[in-house]
């Protein structure tokens, strides 16, 4: 964790944290008071059967604050999303295709690569596309994973923050060889990246 390198990477991981120290914080809180109940209360201890009535102010307590609690995920998540969807208009296109067992990356100038070099800083937009099955284009440091299906463009965005290569996998199981659409993802800086891409118009096959 937080070893994120884009632009969405801060988000998502804060969103993640939260969500986990919440649920870790009531997983201990609830474990701790069935415990405790289940020693006062039982049969040695107490063996005539104690009854209780309802408290507002508690089930007003309980109530409350979990929906708190979900309201605060909620509108976290939604200002992601809204992020994530929302693709800035000087971004740089590129296509994707994704078919069994491999991806493609094709940049407006017609050069096609199996790598997908980036330039780092810079806004960058996939077109996704699939040939024949379904598959989802996957990103680990960057955070972002988008499905991709045949007959249908989808399009994510992102903004590559520090220069390295990085994974690129499939995460939607297409098939016998779905392991071997692993990739890279090279980000580099600006002047690299005009050299790499118009330094030569021949297919890349690096890996
Ligand atoms: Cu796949």
Redesign the pocket.
Known sequence: MFNGASNFSHDVDSLFLFTLIVSVFFLVLITGLMIYFVIKYNRKRNPKATNFHGSTKLEITWTLIPTILVLIMFWWGWKGYSKMSDIPENAMTIDVT?QM?SWSFKYANGKVSDSLYVPVDKPIVLNLQSMDVV?AFYIPAFRIKKDVFPKQNRVVWFEADEIGDYDIA?A?Y?GLN?SY?YNKIKVVSEDDFSNWLYGSFDTETTK
């Open positions: 994704a067992w598959h499939c939607e297409c779905h659409m």
